[in-house]
């Protein structure tokens, strides 16, 4: 019997979109059944979260990121909301661009995981990804 392949699916590295700059930090997503991501600036109703991109990247269809699928990681709050309004303690967030989270309403917007508890200010909040990330 042959062994399968594995990962335990912590970091896993993905191919970044062929003209899309991923940073370090970056929320990143894919669309459909598309094998590339791209960050979480342009989102639509096809874009599944994938995780935190761990470094920075120019994508040419080949070179990959590696991306974070699970932990805690602090962000910054999109303009438009705000602690104890919007966000609380287990409030689903979205991003709300590639590098900030909000708690209200988004078009398209992207699901990426629940808020554990305020940031170091009421600007940012701890979020869990696991389980939100494809």
């Known amino acids: 019997m042959s062994v399968p392949s594995y990962q335990d699916g912590d970091i896993v590295a993905q191919v970044v979109l ?3 700059t991923v940073t370090e930090g970056d929320l990143v997503q894919t669309s459909g059944a598309a094998v590339t991501i791209r960050n979480c600036a342009a989102q639509a109703a096809s874009s599944v979260f994938a995780g935190v991109a761990l470094d920075t990247v120019v994508g040419d269809g080949t070179k ?3 991306v974070k699928k699970k932990g805690l990681f602090c962000f910054p709050i999109g303009a438009s909301d705000a602690w104890g309004t919007n966000i609380n303690i287990g409030t689903e967030v979205l991003a709300s661009d590639a590098t900030h989270v909000q708690g209200s309403a988004l078009s398209n917007a ?6 554990v508890k305020c940031g170091p200010t009421t600007a ?3 979020v869990r990804i696991d389980g939100y990330a494809a």
């Open 18 to 20: 062929s003209g899309q």
């Open 110 to 115: 992207v699901k990426v995981g629940k808020a």
């Open 64 to 66: 990959t990121v590696q």
């Open 124 to 126: 940012s909040v701890w």
